[in-house]
Each structure stands twice: as C-alpha cells, then as structure tokens.
C-alpha cells in the first residue's frame, strides 16, 4: 500500500475530506494532535478498530482512546458521564487530558480490550478536531508509531514507522506536548492518574481536593491499571541507562559513567540537558533542552530517543528530570524506555 503525506496547508479542506472520507470507510488515517500524531479509525466500527492494531503490531488487550469534538458527541460513546469528568472536561478540554468513563454497548470490546470502561478525549488541534467533525464518529486512535516504539511527533516519524502500513497521514506540523494524554480514572470517587502527562497532578488539584497517581507508576508491584502502561515502551534501538537525581549531581555522574562504558570499550550516546551535553563535550550527543525548561524537554524527547537509532552506538545514558509538574510525565517515558534501567546519580558516587 502507498502511503500518501498530505500537508495540511494549501487546500486543507479538501484534503480533510478525503481523509474524513478514508475513516468513513473504515480505513486508517494518521493525523495530528497537541500531544502526539495518533492513527485513527471509525471508534464505532470494530473492523477499522482491528487494521489499527494490525498496523502497529499491537497487543490485543490494550485498548484505544476514543476522540471527540464536542461534548454532544460523549452521547455517541456513554450514557453515564461521571461527575468528575464533567468537571475535567470544564478545566481542561479541549487540552491534553483522558478520562476513562463507564462504556455503551455501542463501543465495540475490540476497542476497549474487553473493558467495561473506554478513554475520551477532546483533543486541542483544529485539524484533529475537524477531521473528527467531518467523519461523524468519535475516532480511536493511539500513537502512530509501531508498538514499543517512542511515539511520533512529526508527520515524517509517523511515515518512518507505518510507511506501507497505512494510506494517509495528514501533516500539521510537529506537536506541542509531545508527551502523550495524562489519563485519569473517573470511575471512582477520587481521581486516579493512569499515565502523566501535561495536565499535571498539580493542575489536577486544583480542582479536586485530593487526587491519586496509579502505585504501578511508581514501580510498585502492582499491575498498572492502564493496560498499556505494563508493555517497555518508547524504546530506543540501542539499550539505555537513565541517570537519575538532583541537577547539580548529574556532571559527576555522567563523566563517570561515561569513562566506564569507555573503558569497555562501548561507543556512547549521550541523551542529556544542555547544561550536562555543553561541559561534558561528548562527540555523540543529544541536547534535549534546558533542565530550566520541562516544556521543551517533553517536546524533544522522542525525537531525542528516536535519534541514535541510525548511530552505530552500542548503549545510551540519559539524563533525569525532577519528577515535579510535566517532569512526572517525562521520568515516566525515560523510566519505560529505560526498561527500569535506572541509576542514582548522588554526588561523589
Ligand atoms: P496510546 O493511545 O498508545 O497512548 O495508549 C492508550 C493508553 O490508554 C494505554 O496505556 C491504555 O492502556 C490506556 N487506556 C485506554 N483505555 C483504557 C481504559 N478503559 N482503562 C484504562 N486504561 C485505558
Ligand atoms: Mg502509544
């Protein structure tokens, strides 16, 4: 199958028809959004929900969220909207937020892997918006990469991973979270934070006066209550060490770690801030932003796990973030992509 990039510039409207056309007929459509590009299909149609875990290899069991323009549309996918994520949906939609609500039986148990519960989201991207609009159906749609992969935040990283796999992907640019949807259980009578992300704990409560964070994310023994947050994810070719501690420590550790790959004869790249990448002056390096600026961080750091994968390195370090505000969200992908591979930078260590 050709994959064709439609760029979404010049005659935008008509190219959303075709696509909008594509998932009417339940076909895949990659298109972007404010956190990562997703591949979508008809939400309602469990066949088209089927090509999009064929596409990306992805295990059954774990579900898709449901996107949506408006309100009106949460009718199309449950009829008992929670409190909660009425008052979710009043702070922070459209915005980079999931709420996991009780299901219809309209919504097909392919697409929630047999849950009696499904995600919605509102996602703040006019094209991603408009195409929903145009296709008349809530769209599922996970991230557009292959499954374990870091996921796509440009169109040409969703074409790296699915070129041939699928027929459209719409071109908006890059995204500007670049951290997927925070996710968070509105099933309970306190709020749950399934997967982080940039709608932060903090924000959360504000409105809520006490908000909870899964035990599993914070590698407690426990199995996550998002499936998909069991699976390595996010994951680089190459294996990874993540350094993780205060800022002030990270030099240190680094040039330690460093020398010791070296000394066995290890060709490093270096995944850090560039604060740690300007005074360690490491040939193969990635600077992924100022540890000042989160922000930017979470914006760069897949193409920052995407980048050494045509390098001939044999093992990456990484550097940490605190794990405050969006910095929950980006430890938690480090953490994943690490495969738990994780060390304490403390001073003299
Ligand atoms: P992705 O779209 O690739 O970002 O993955 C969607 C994430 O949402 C996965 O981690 C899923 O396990 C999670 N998810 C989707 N639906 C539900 C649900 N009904 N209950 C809990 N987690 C869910
Ligand atoms: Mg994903």
């Known amino acids: 199958m050709e994959t064709k990039i439609l760029k979404m510039d010049t005659a935008a409207d008509e190219k959303l028809s075709v696509a909008a056309q594509a998932i009417k007929n339940g076909d895949l459509v990659a298109f972007p959004t404010e956190t990562v590009y997703g591949l979508g299909a008809n939400g309602l149609d469990e066949k088209a929900a089927a090509k999009i875990y064929a596409a990306k290899g992805r295990p059954s069991d774990n579900p898709l969220i449901l996107h949506i323009d408006s309100i009106k549309m949460l009718a199309m996918i449950t009829d008992k909207v929670p409190h909660m994520a009425m008052e979710i949906m009043a702070a922070f939609c459209p915005g980079p937020i999931t709420m996991i609500v009780p299901k219809k039986i ?9 849950l009696s519960t499904v995600g919605v989201r509102m996602p703040d991207n006019d094209i991603a918006r408009k195409l929903i609009t ?36 719409l071109d908006g640019g890059p995204s500007d979270f670049g951290v997927e949807s925070t996710i968070v259980d509105c099933t309970e009578s306190i709020p749950v934070i399934l997967r982080p992300g940039a709608i932060t704990k903090e ?35 190459a294996p990874m060490i993540l350094l993780k501690g205060r800022k ?97 930078a403390y001073k003299n260590n």
Do not use: W
Request: aromatic share 8%.
């Open 248 to 344: 002030e420590n990270m030099l240190a550790a680094f040039t330690k770690e460093l020398s010791k790959c070296k000394k066995a004869g290890q060709s490093v790249g270096i995944i850090a801030s560039h604060e740690v990448t300007n005074l360690l002056r490491h040939s193969y390096s990635y600077d992924y932003g100022s540890q000042n600026d989160l922000f930017h961080i979470a914006a760069d750091l897949y193409n920052a796990l995407r980048y050494f994968d045509d390098k001939p390195v044999d093992i990456l370090l990484a550097e940490g973030t605190t794990e405050k505000g969006i910095g929950l969200a980006i430890m938690n992908r480090l953490k994943k992509a690490s495969g738990q591979n994780i060390l304490s």
């Open 203 to 237: 924000m959360l409560e504000e409105i809520f006066p006490e908000v909870r964070v899964d035990p599993a994310l914070s590698g407690k023994n426990s199995v996550p209550k998002a499936p998909g947050m069991k699976y390595r994810h996010y994951a680089p070719k």
């Open 134 to 169: 145009l296709s008349g159906v809530p769209i599922a749609a996970p991230s557009a990469n292959l499954s374990g992969r870091p996921s796509p935040t440009t169109a040409a990283t969703v074409y790296d991973d699915l070129n041939g796999r699928i027929p459209y992907i």
């Open 106 to 114: 309209a919504v097909p148990d392919r697409i929630t892997g047999g």
